[in-house]
């Protein structure tokens, strides 16, 4: 692998072509995919895609939020699903997409190779999606942001609109030019619900739990339930 020719000599200053990036990043996420479903490996025992090593230091899934514009990947997955052919699939986001290409997409944003996603079923992209939203080491509406949105359904009515309003004002910038991007795709996203079956409270379902969770705490249900009704 490219990992282990780096051990030995610098390979940021090597021209190496997109092929051979490609082949070595789809090489480490299959061999990552023999290691979860035997459960051994020659190689060395990495549990999670984020784990697998790559020649660069940042990374895509699993690192901050940080520049004042949507993150690439964001970006290609919604204008991907935004496609007439995407938007209309029945199940979008709710249904899983293949977990063996979501691993090969995964690594190839980590190795900063552009990723072909007309190869892939666009449940696999809404995954992607997800899995990038789930891997922020901040949620996307913040840690802060659980206290408020867990205990929703008690929130009386008269106050939700002050207090969604004081939530959003205090999420960092990175953060809310992500989310405004989100909101506004999900609800074209929901304007297709007769082919694609998914209202917004189908969509809040699926994509709410992916959108603030406990620094500390395990999300129970109840936390659960509110999350989705404040999404």
Known sequence: TLEELG???????????DAVKVHDATFRARSLENITSTGFSRAAPFTTVTELPTIHQKRVFGGHLSDLDVPRVVRDCIRYLSLPGNIKEEGLFRRSGNTSDLRII?????????????KY??????????????????PLLTFEAFPTTSQ?????????EKSCK????SIPVPHYVTLEALVVFLNKVSKWEESNKMTL???????????????TSTTNLSDVNSINAFT
């Open 201 to 215: 409270q189908n969509l809040a379902i699926v994509i709410g739990p992916n959108l603030t969770w406990s620094r």
């Open 166 to 169: 004081k939530l959003l004002e």
């Open 7 to 17: 051990q030995h000599i610098s390979i940021d200053r090597i021209d190496i072509p």
């Open 152 to 160: 929703w359904l008690e929130f009386p009515e008269e106050l939700k």
């Open 106 to 118: 995964i690594e190839l944003y980590n190795s900063e190779i552009p990723v072909d996603f007309s």
């Open 121 to 138: 079923c666009p449940h696999t992209v809404a995954s992607v999606l997800k899995s990038y939203l789930r891997e922020l080491p901040t």
